[in-house]
C-alpha cells in the first residue's frame, strides 16, 4: 500500500533530459546553450556579500523586475520572477486549474512537462494533435472552450521541432479561447519574432527563461510577462523566498548584459544553419528551426532509436523520445562548431 495521494501514487515523473558526467563527451541533449554566460554574471555573484547570505532576499525580487520591465518596455507589475521557467508553468497550475474540471489544453506533441504538471494538480487535460507541417490547428481554441479548459500551454518556438507560429496565430487564440493563455517562450532568444506584443491582454502569460539564451541552466531563474492581475494572481501562489539572492543578482546582470547573450545567439543560428545542411546532405529530413535545436528524422533504413544508441557508444548524446511521432526522430542541441562537426562525423562513420 501507498500513503501517496491517488493522483501521485499513479504519476509517471517528469523525465529530464540525461546529465552524464564523462569527461570527454559531446554532450546535445538537452538544449543547453554551448556558450559561457556574461562575465559580469559571474563576477556580479562574486560580490555577494555574507550579509545578504545572512538575510533573506527579497521575495518579489523589486530589482530584477525593474530591469526586466525596462528591458521589455513593460511594467514592474508586468513581471513575476521564478525559480526556472518550470515554475511559472507550476504557478499557472495552481493558480488557474481546477481538480477534475477545468483542466489544460495542450498540443501534441509538447513539452513533456505539462502532462506531468497536471496530473500532479489531478487537473484534466485537453491534447489536439498538431498538424503535418508541426502548425496549431485552427479549431484549437474551439476545442479546447469546449472541454472547459482554464489553461492553454503552447510552446513557442516549438518544442521539439523548432517550428515558429506567427504573432497573428496566438493573438487569435487569445481572442477566441476563454482561459488564460500561456505562451511558452523558453527558445524565443533564438527566434525571430516573439509575443511580446499579446503582454497587454488580460489572458496572455508569457515564459521567459535564462536556461537556454543566456547559458543559465544551473542557475534555475526564469520570469513571466503579464497583464499586472495575472501577475497578481500568480504572486498568490508563489513560494515566499522563491528566487535566491545569488540567482536574483546573477540575473540582472545577465538581463543588464544581454548583448552577450545575443552575440551567443547569432553563432548558435549560423551553426543550426550549417548543421541542418549537413543533416540533409546525410540524407536526414530536418524542418526549419527557430530555436537552438534540431528535430532531424535520419533516412530510410536507419532506425532513429539505434542510432541514438551508436551515438550515445561514441560519447555523443542526443534526446530520443518514445512518443507519437517522434519514435523515428532524433532531437540535436545545436553545439559548437567543434561538437557539431564530432556529430557530423561520428554520422558518417555509422552510415
Ligand atoms: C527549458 C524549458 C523551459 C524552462 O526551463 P527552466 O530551466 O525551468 O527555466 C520551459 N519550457 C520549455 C519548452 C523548455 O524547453
Known sequence: M???????????AYAPGEQ???????KLNTNENPYPPADAVLKAVGRVSADQLRRYPPPLAPAFRQVAARFHCLEP?????????DELL????????????????????????YEVLANIHDTPITTVPLNEDWSIPDD????????GCRLALVVNPHAP???????????AIAGEFRGVLLIDEAYVDFASTSALPLVGRRNVLILRTLSKGYSLAGLRFGYGLGHADLIATLDKVRDSYNTDILAQVAAIAAIENAETARDNATKVIAERQ?????LIELGFIVPPSET?????????GIEAESLYQSLREKAIFVRYFRQPRLTDKLRITIGTPQQNDALIAALKSLR
Open 292 to 300: 537552438n535545436f534540431l528535430l532531424a528524422q535520419p533516412p530510410d
Open 20 to 26: 552524464p558526467t564523462a569527461e570527454r563527451m559531446v
Open 77 to 85: 507589475a508586468n513581471v513575476i520572477a521564478t525559480n526556472g521557467g
Open 274 to 278: 550549417r548543421l541542418t545542411s549537413a
Open 140 to 147: 484549437f481554441a474551439a476545442q479546447l472552450n469546449k472541454a
Open 161 to 171: 521541432s523548432g517550428h515558429l507560429e506567427p504573432v497573428a496565430k496566438l493573438e
Open 90 to 113: 507550476r504557478m499557472a497550475f495552481t493558480a488557474f486549474c481546477g481538480v477534475g474540471e477545468c483542466g489544460i489544453g495542450q498540443t501534441q506533441p509538447t513539452y513533456s512537462l
Open 2 to 12: 501507498s500513503y501517496a495521494r491517488d493522483n501521485i501514487a499513479r504519476l509517471i
